[in-house]
């Protein structure tokens, strides 16, 4: 219960952040509560497509489903409030709390059922990371593919910790809360300092 309550609350923030992404742009209710939607389940949805699992997770139990939905509707009438505040600020905030808890749940549950750890931490990484694309997309906003900002990176070392932290026989629950709270920190650090892949591992 308290693990179905905590991905409720990723799928909230990341259906918000994706409708207050697109609160200028003039978009009907139901284009909006499409794009919360697709960003709020498109990283689980990707994930069980991966692993073959029996049916999708919101297919399963259509709390996801609805949660999704209901979070971009109230959404759609809390946007022209939310505009008032440091919108960007907000989409970070409530984007680096998705990415955190989702990613890091998704590789504790893989890691207990005895996934290697690089599949947990990719499936867990795919989650977190994959809406938040899809929204940018959808948003006309720039992806993590589009520029040199570390997003993937925080989510991934953040996996790893808590990996890391079960190896040494650390308390799951507390490993879970320390890397959670390390990637929301992390992620955090990065936007406000702007930090940004050194020349040297860019393309060229």
Known sequence: MFIHSIEIIC????????????????????????????????????????????????????????????SSFIGFFLAPHLRQEKVERLIVTLDAIGISMFSVLVTKSLTAQHYAPYVAITMGMITAVFGGVLRDILTNRPTMFNNTEFYASPVIIGCYLYILQTEHHINPDIATLSSIIFIIVLRMYIVIKKKTFPDFLLLK
Request: aromatic fraction near 12%.
């Open 11 to 70: 799928i909230i923030a990341f259906a918000l952040s994706a409708v207050i992404s697109e609160s200028n742009k003039g978009k009907d209710i139901v284009s909006i509560m499409v794009i919360g939607w697709v960003t709020a389940l498109g990283g689980g949805t990707v994930r069980d497509i991966i692993l073959s699992t029996n049916q999708v997770f919101w297919i399963r139990d259509p709390s996801y489903f609805w949660t999704a939905l209901l």
